[in-house]
């Protein structure tokens, strides 16, 4: 990958691990069901310049849409909900890229190489230590919702990222608007849409900004962008380095020290991310046609 990617997706991952604590401030006066709804309303609302009807509506990328704005979304946001550990949820976001790779090579024939694997498994095995680690107990329903909502976002995304027929900020738009409906209904199903403004303060607002634009919007954007650039394979094992950062956000909000696992754990990770990206150069799978 080049520099200027690699720095992109860093910034992407560190995003996305300031975002567990964002979301668990916004679940505060946030039900799932509304956090998910009033995620794809803001997004929607931001992206409606980008949002244009299909001629022939292609309906796997309406799947991959509804798979990650629906599906994806709500379950992680059900699984940090009932859990009181992040890290519960953190374990499970590290078969992202294992999952992601094994979906790459099953339905768009992309090539990985052993180096890879290899990579990958050393990165996985780092992860899997720093976010286990930190914590002596487990929710099982939150680690099933987790996997869950894992799955449905590396299929959703991938199919998405080698779609390059569509554009991004379009696409952002649809996996919005698509999921306005079944989240509408499963937020009106628990109750309210939106919770009660007089328990919304400031910081609630911020996480939930944060959340939308930052995680939802920019990561979404680059990580789409650069599955179109690169293999599966190359780009996703830089998701692990999410529990890296979600470690330094809670330090830095919660005032928590740096702990030994905190480092040995992300030096393993950099050292699978490293070991992965020096393989074979960039090599597209095949890109289906819509």
């Not at 919304?200 to 996480?207: G, M």
């Not at 650039?229 to 380095?241: G, I, Q, R």
Request: proline fraction near 5%; charge should be positive; charged fraction near 10%.
């Amino acid at each position: 990958m080049q520099a200027a990617h690699i720095l992109l997706m860093l910034c992407t991952v560190a995003v996305w691990g300031f975002n567990f604590v964002a979301m668990r401030v916004a679940l505060e006066v946030f039900s799932p069901e509304q956090m998910a709804f009033a995620r794809s309303v803001l997004t929607l609302a931001i992206l409606l310049p980008w949002w244009k009807p299909f001629k022939r509506v292609p309906w796997r990328l309406m799947a991959a849409a509804l798979s990650i704005g629906t599906g994806s979304f709500y379950l992680l946001y059900r699984a940090i909900g009932i859990t009181e550990s992040l890290t519960t949820v953190a374990i499970a976001t590290q078969l992202m890229p294992a999952l992601s790779a094994i979906l790459a090579l099953i339905f768009f024939h992309e090539h990985i190489s052993p180096r890879k694997w290899l990579g990958i498994a050393i990165a996985t095995a780092g992860a899997v230590f720093l976010a286990g680690a930190t914590t002596s107990s487990l929710s099982m329903a939150a680690l099933g919702l987790t996997v869950a909502a894992v799955l449905f976002y590396s299929a959703g995304s991938i199919i998405i990222g080698k779609t390059p027929s569509v554009g991004i900020w379009r696409m952002l738009a649809w996996i919005s608007a698509v999921s306005l409906l079944p989240l509408g209904l499963l937020a009106a199903a628990s109750g309210p849409l939106y919770p009660d403004p007089d328990l919304i303060q400031t910081h609630h607002w911020l996480a939930l900004l944060f959340a939308v634009v930052f995680s939802a919007l920019f990561g979404q954007a680059v990580l789409f962008k650069l599955y179109r650039n690169y293999p599966v394979s190359e780009v996703a094992p830089w998701t692990l380095l999410i529990p890296v950062f979600a470690g330094l956000s809670s330090i830095l909000v919660y005032g928590e020290s740096m702990s030994i696992s905190l480092v040995l754990g992300g030096s393993v990770i950099l050292v699978g991310v490293w070991f992965q990206q020096g393989g074979t150069g960039r090599q597209h799978g095949n890109i289906p046609r819509f």
